[in-house]
């Protein structure tokens, strides 16, 4: 039997135990952490399958903590479920969650929604690297894109995006040009340089005067699609589905 991992994330360390007797007979390995520091340090270093956050961390820490980890190239993926005091409905959920449960839940229903949400994400939710100097828009752009379904974190240059790329391959990149450091262009001539195995999808969104010599470069660079900013959201949704669509066939 396949086992799991679980990251349960609360202060109250009885809270953690019943919960680690709760799942000792399932194929769940269970990681505690008691602080907001510790759970995003554990999160990075066993990727768990699920993270079971408590929210009500003192200060606040649970909101800072699932932030922390949906930026993150390597725990952007991993879903968090809530462990509140309060029942919640769907729509009462942050927009990070996916799913919540009461710390009195029974170990049989706490079981359930564990392999209910890791049935989900089993369904392969593609993951997108946003690359742009404008924090503001990386943001905005990665929040958005989780909204539509996709895992998506960013980078501020084509430095930064090529040390995410030595963690993790995305199933497609959301690249600007005009940048410091390593412009967009730079960076597709390393990416095509250092890839091992099938290209990654590289959607191109640039605020850069937009000239067919520009788009003929960027589309021979291997750019699946070259938008100019400002671009509709749907436009932007709509290449980044077709990339990952054309992705996964190629594997």
Not at 29 to 54: C, F, M, Q, T
Not at 212 to 238: F, H, N, Q, W
Request: charged share 25%.
């Amino acid at each position: 039997m396949t086992e799991h991992t679980l990251l349960v994330v609360d202060e109250d360390p009885s809270v953690r135990q019943r919960i680690r007797q709760d799942l000792a007979t399932c194929p769940w390995r269970v990681v505690e952490a008691s602080n907001g520091a510790e759970a995003v340090e554990l999160a990075k270093h066993h990727v768990p399958d699920v993270i079971l956050l408590n929210t009500a961390l003192a200060g606040g820490d649970s909101e800072a903590v699932a932030r922390t980890l949906k930026w993150d190239s390597v725990t952007c993926a991993i879903p968090i479920i809530v462990l509140s005091a309060v029942e919640r409905s769907e729509e009462q959920l942050e927009p990070w969650a996916a799913d919540s449960i009461l710390p009195t839940t029974a170990a049989s229903v706490l079981a359930a929604k564990l392999q209910h949400v890791l049935a989900k994400q089993k369904l392969h939710q593609p993951y997108v690297l946003v690359v742009d100097d404008e924090p503001d828009l990386v943001e905005i752009l990665t929040a958005v894109l989780r909204e539509q379904g996709f895992a998506a974190s960013g980078a501020h240059n084509g430095r930064e995006a090529l040390e995410v790329l030595r963690a993790v391959r995305p199933n497609a990149i959301l690249l600007d040009l005009d940048m410091p450091e390593v412009n967009g262009w730079e960076f597709l001539a390393q990416l095509r340089v250092t890839e091992r195995a099938e290209p990654v999808r590289v959607v191109i969104l640039t605020g850069k005067d937009q000239s067919m010599e520009d788009r003929t470069r960027g589309l021979g660079m291997g750019a699946s699609a070259y938008l100019l900013k400002p671009c509709p959201v749907d436009e932007i949704i709509r290449a980044l589905r077709d990339a990952v669509s054309t992705e996964r066939l190629d594997v």
